[in-house]
C-alpha cells in the first residue's frame, strides 16, 4: 500500500489551467490531492472515465456544477464525483 506525504509531494499544475496547484495521486479506480484554486479559478466542465473523485473542502466556498446541479460548497464539505459525470468547481 502507497502512502503519501503531501508535503513530500511534487506540485503540479493542469494544463487546462495553470493557476492551480496540486498535489495528486491518481489509482486505477480514484483519484486523491490537495487543490489551491485562486478566487474564480477552477477547471472547464469535464468528466473522467476511468476514475470517480471526492472531494472535501478544507477552507473557503466553491460554486460547483456537478451533473445537472449547482450548489455552493463550503469548508466540510464533501462532494462526490461518479466516473462519466460532467463536473466544474470555482473557487469564491
Known amino acids: 500500500m502507497p502512502f503519501y506525504i503531501v508535503k513530500d509531494m511534487k506540485v503540479t499544475s493542469p494544463e487546462l489551467n495553470p493557476n492551480i496547484l496540486e498535489h495528486a495521486a491518481t489509482g486505477e479506480y480514484m483519484k ?3 487543490i489551491t484554486k485562486p478566487e474564480g479559478e477552477g477547471p472547464p466542465l469535464h468528466m473522467h472515465p ?7 473542502v478544507v477552507s473557503g466556498k466553491m ?19 461518479p466516473r462519466f ?7 469564491i
Open 32 to 34: 486523491a490531492g490537495l
Open 50 to 56: 476511468n476514475e470517480e473523485q471526492w472531494t472535501y
Open 63 to 81: 460554486h460547483y456544477v456537478l451533473g445537472d446541479e449547482e450548489r455552493i460548497v463550503e469548508a466540510g464539505d464533501i462532494i462526490h464525483i
Open 85 to 91: 459525470v460532467n463536473h466544474r468547481s470555482r473557487s
